[in-house]
């Protein structure tokens, strides 16, 4: 699930009190969707397209507290260079695409492959998650 791939990826990333993670993907594919549910228990059902929001949670990770900063970035190709420098900053980066559209999987290509293989120069780890893409329960 996605917050037991946060958790992981978190304590994977490095042993600070503080990670920051960036939940990238296509436009529309859930990444908003996924964030929302991860800090409010929430499921949004309108898509409302995001430029780049910044979210912080306090985690309790194996008895120590962990500052998460949450980027849920904006999906849109014209934001591209912004989704990049907030990967190439993050400790974490969080793929998101939709498993109901080929387009949203095939959006990921845009990204550089080095930040998303997590050979930027914070050596970032990165984790996928395939979700309903802001669809309601069952897809619809």
């Known amino acids: 699930s996605f917050c037991t791939l946060l ?27 996924l964030v929302m549910q991860f800090l409010h228990n929430t499921f949004v059902s309108a898509h409302d397209a995001t430029i780049e929001d910044i979210y912080v949670k306090e985690l309790s990770v194996d008895g120590c507290t962990v500052r998460t900063e949450i980027a849920d970035t904006a999906g849109e190709p014209a934001f591209e260079s912004m989704v990049d420098m907030t990967l190439r900053a993050c400790d974490v980066a969080v793929v998101v695409y939709s ?28 984790g996928g998650v395939g979700g309903a893409g802001g669809k309601g329960p069952g897809g619809a």
């Open 7 to 33: 958790a992981c990826a978190i304590m994977v990333s490095n042993s600070s009190s503080k990670c920051s993670i960036a939940v990238v993907g296509g436009p529309a594919a859930g990444k908003s969707t």
């Open 99 to 126: 498993q109901v559209s080929a387009a949203s999987f095939e959006a990921l290509e845009r990204f550089d492959p080095d930040v998303l293989a997590g050979r930027s120069a914070g050596g970032a780890a990165a």
